[in-house]
T-cell receptor
Framework: AQRVTQPEKLLSVFKGAPVELKCNYSYSGSPELFWYVQYSRQRLQLLLRHISRESIKGFTADLNKGETSFHLKKPFAQEEDSAMYYCALRNSGGYQKVTFGIGTKLQVIP | KAGVTQTPRYLIKTRGQQVTLSCSPISGHRSVSWYQQTPGQGLQFLFEYFSETQRNKGNFPGRFSGRQFSNSRSEMNVSTLELGDSALYLC????????????FGPGTRLTVL
């Protein structure tokens, strides 16, 4: 069974401070990992995926298969980063069976 | 392109009733997935349809069912509603499923009294 764990329901940081949103997963195959974000009153949207190895809005995430983690990081938090962040795993079969973590609310304090 | 649309946006039902929710994917998208979102459980996968066929199913009771039409529009049905079915139901579409990005709709807020 695939499982995604986000240990923090709420993370509060000051503006300009580094951010790290934790995500650990459990999956027997080769997973595809994603981070989704939901800003206030907006739809859930893709932030980044591990296969792209890109930085979006200053955020990066590295897949660590040894630690089964996919933590989301940003060196300097901005107020507009305040949102709900969901880590998600898709099974390697390629079909859209996606398992989401429970989400972490990031609150950036001005 | 117009985004994913879901109707209705809000529903209030009573226990024992049934409900049908509708999702129109982005034009050209053939994969539609449904999720249940609650504060305690987060987003939970219900099922995924591709070209009118259910390809994946989550761990929900048989009261939850769905279908997809030839134009890729999808419906999900919940029969014999329970209080615990109160949730935000999200629909997401993607082009081919697989490696494609999912685009989410605004959701239907279902309240069961």
């Amino acid at each position: 069974a695939q499982r995604v764990t986000q240990p923090e329901k709420l993370l509060s940081v000051f503006k300009g401070a580094p951010v790290e949103l934790k995500c650990n997963y459990s999956y027997s195959g080769s997973p595809e990992l994603f981070w989704y974000v939901q800003y206030s009153r907006q739809r859930l949207q893709l932030l980044l995926r591990h296969i792209s190895r890109e930085s979006i809005k200053g955020f990066t995430a590295d897949l660590n298969k040894g630690e089964t983690s996919f933590h989301l990081k940003k060196p300097f938090a901005q107020e507009e980063d305040s949102a709900m962040y969901y880590c998600a795993l898709r099974n390697s079969g390629g079909y859209q069976k996606v398992t989401f973590g429970i989400g972490t609310k990031l609150q950036v304090i001005p | 392109k117009a985004g994913v649309t879901q109707t209705p946006r809000y529903l209030i039902k009573t226990r024992g009733q049934q409900v049908t929710l509708s999702c129109s994917p982005i034009s050209g998208h053939r994969s539609v997935s449904w999720y249940q979102q609650t504060p305690g459980q987060g987003l939970q996968f219900l099922f995924e349809y591709f070209s009118e066929t259910q390809r994946n199913k989550g761990n929900f009771p048989g009261r939850f069912s769905g279908r997809q039409f030839s134009n890729s529009r999808s419906e999900m049905n919940v029969s014999t509603l329970e209080l615990g079915d109160s949730a935000l139901y999200l629909c997401a579409s993607s082009g081919l499923g697989g490696a494609d990005e999912q685009f989410f709709g605004p959701g239907t807020r279902l309240t069961v009294l």
